[in-house]
Nanobody, 115 residues
Framework: QVTLVESGGDLVQAGGSLRLSCAASRKGFAFKSMGWYRQAPENQREFVARVSGGGTTDYADSVKGRFSISRDNAQNTVYLQMNNLKPNDTAVYYC?????????WGQGTQVTVSS
């Protein structure tokens, strides 16, 4: 069984930056894609960014130009660099990975942006 472990969430002031990391508990296989979703209180979980095994990236309109996703295939790790953070970026951020027909979710890491 593979699990995902996120880290890097924190409290930051508006305009600041954070880098989230997500590592798989086991190595030696290739995820089809890896990415990030987020969920703010009383909101539905929403897509943030994803990166394919070949490095193609996709972003939600709300984070384009501010967030950057990258991955280390050898380490089965995905990163989310978040710059110019805004209070409405406050949410629990979830890592997600697709392995064959299986979608794996992490437990989430809290990002709080103060105004």
């Amino acid at each position: 069984q593979v699990t995902l472990v996120e880290s890097g969430g924190d409290l930051v002031q508006a305009g600041g930056s954070l880098r989230l990391s997500c590592a798989a508990s086991r190595k030696g296989f290739a995820f089809k894609s890896m990415g990030w979703y987020r969920q703010a209180p009383e909101n539905q979980r929403e897509f943030v960014a994803r990166v394919s095994g070949g490095g193609t990236t996709d972003y939600a309109d709300s984070v384009k130009g501010r967030f950057s996703i990258s991955r280390d295939n050898a380490q089965n790790t995905v990163y989310l660099q978040m710059n110019n953070l805004k209070p409405n970026d406050t949410a629990v951020y979830y890592c997600v990975a697709v392995l064959g027909a299986t979608v794996i979710w992490g437990q989430g890491t809290q990002v709080t942006v103060s105004s």
